[in-house]
């Protein structure tokens, strides 16, 4: 395993890569890092070349004061630009959540440097204005709260929200040890994330769906109802979309089916 600290655009990035082979660059969700695909990431390092990225404002990447360097077109730019630096021509991208919506966006923006899309539990965004500024208002109240309160008092309440419910089900040590990567977050970071690269900031994406000509999979958990509708949504915009259903599954599947979420992975990489 590499650990690479790389500076693009004025930014300090870190990465991990494991393994030799045909890319594949992972995007973590919101509260998330590089950690959180450790599991997945090691069972594909034996035939692929990982590389996780700590997105803005999350793990050990900076945390700029600036909320509008968080912005998807900023952060998208920055993706591009480390692809170069690591000699990545194009990849296989796979997001999970806030990740996803990155990478569908910067699949959009640079699409010859997409492979294939692998997308877990995300959306192209809110359809319309008046969606996106309620969730806007909502994601800044969330913001300040983090700012006012802390990091532990934005976990606690976090872990608690009804997407992550089945999440209760993991061990006692798997749970813990989500939460410690949750408190290990600054809330800077946090904070400016909701704002530049919230669900609410985020244009809608839903009419360029169409332009996707690579491979694009849908992975949801058949628990996770709202995905499950926006992957069927999805899939009627572009019916060359795949949805691949975990049984019995939430929101965050490579967390709580880590082994068959990364199966499920290489199965899909030999269709590419």
Not at 29 to 56: E, M, N, P
Not at 69 to 89: F, G
Not at 190 to 199: E, H
Request: charged share 30%; glycine share 6%; net charge negative.
């Amino acid at each position: 395993m590499k650990i690479l600290i790389l500076q693009v655009n004025d930014i300090r990035y870190f990465v991990e890569v494991k393994g030799e082979g045909d890319p594949l660059v992972f995007l973590h969700g919101f509260t998330g890092d590089t950690t959180t695909w450790s599991r997945v990431t090691d069972q594909l390092s034996a035939a692929y070349r990982c590389v996780s990225i700590d997105l803005i404002g999350h793990g050990l990447t900076e945390s700029p004061k600036d909320a509008t360097r968080y912005t998807m077109e900023r952060v998208a730019e920055d993706i591009y630009s480390l692809l170069v630096e690591l000699d990545i021509d194009n990849a296989v991208l796979v997001g999970y959540s806030m990740g996803g919506r990155m990478a569908l966006h910067f699949s959009l923006t640079y699409p010859e440097k997409v492979k294939a899309l692998i997308l877990e539990s995300a959306s192209p965004g809110l359809r319309t204005s008046e969606e996106r500024e309620d969730r806007r208002k909502k994601d800044q109240a969330l913001a300040e709260r983090i700012e006012r309160e802390g990091i532990e008092d934005f976990v606690d309440f976090w872990q608690e929200i009804p997407l992550f419910a089945s999440q209760k089900r993991l061990s006692d040590r798997e749970r813990v040890v989500i939460r410690q990567q949750r408190l290990s977050q600054s809330a800077t970071g946090l904070s400016n994330s909701l704002k530049g690269m919230g669900t609410g900031a985020q244009d809608s994406l839903w009419d360029r769906l169409d332009e996707l000509t690579f491979p694009v999979r849908l992975l949801v958990g058949e628990l996770d109802l709202k995905f499950v509708h926006i992957a069927e949504e999805m899939k009627k915009l572009n019916p060359d979309f795949q949805i691949l259903t975990f049984s019995n599954t939430g929101h965050a599947i490579h967390v709580e089916e880590s082994r068959k979420f990364g199966t499920i992975i290489e199965e899909l990489l030999l269709t590419t």
